[in-house]
């Protein structure tokens, strides 16, 4: 005799299920960008690694490079990967922003890439606010500097903007923008 058992799907977890994370290219607000690379293992708190992210990224492949007086680039390598080149005489708190940068580029202004000049200077430039460098600016910021950590860093650094900076791993240019944008008043 055969006995009957109970027919059960396998659990392979206790969530009860395999989970499947989408291309890295196809997540473009910078929350859901933090919850991919999270699930990775990437360090986003108390500041965020991008640089880690970047690594993790099988699209993306980073270089060092001097750039002269341009903060960085990113170029289409193949079909679906691309080369973000950083200045390496810069401090990695202002790589950190440029490498946002350009990642946002990467998410959100693929198919504009090809025609993107190899070099540019990020941050201290104006232009239209609908422009696509301000757009990549601020999907930077906000990836870099989620509201809650800023926040964060505030109390611990008792409103001091070199404190944040450290805190965040990030210029005071790149936190002075994103106070403007949250609010916070310079003194
Ligand atoms: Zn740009």
Redesign the pocket.
């Known amino acids: 005799m055969i006995s009957k058992s109970p027919m059960r799907p396998k659990k392979s977890n206790s969530d009860g299920g395999e989970q499947i994370l989408p291309p890295p290219g196809l997540l473009d607000s910078p929350e859901d960008v933090l919850l991919y690379y999270q699930k990775l293992g990437v360090s986003v708190d108390p500041s965020v690694d991008i640089v880690a992210m970047i690594d993790k990224n099988e699209e993306l492949d980073l270089v060092y490079v001097d750039l002269g007086s341009k903060d960085a680039y990113i170029k289409k390598i193949d079909n679906g990967r691309f080369e973000i080149g950083v200045n390496k005489r810069h401090h990695p708190n202002r790589q950190k922003f440029s490498l946002a940068?350009?990642y946002a580029?990467y998410v959100k202004h693929r198919n504009q890439i090809e025609e993107?000049p190899i070099g540019?200077q990020?941050l201290n430039r104006d232009g239209d606010r609908n422009s696509?460098?301000s757009q990549?600016n601020r999907f930077a910021s906000e990836l870099l500097m989620p509201e809650k950590l800023v926040a964060n860093a505030f109390r611990e650094a008792a409103g001091n903007l070199k404190g944040m900076a450290n805190i965040l791993g990030v210029s005071k240019e790149a936190l002075s923008y994103r106070l403007e944008n949250l609010g916070y008043r310079m003194k």
């Open positions: 940068h350009e580029h993107m540019e990020i696509i460098e990549a």
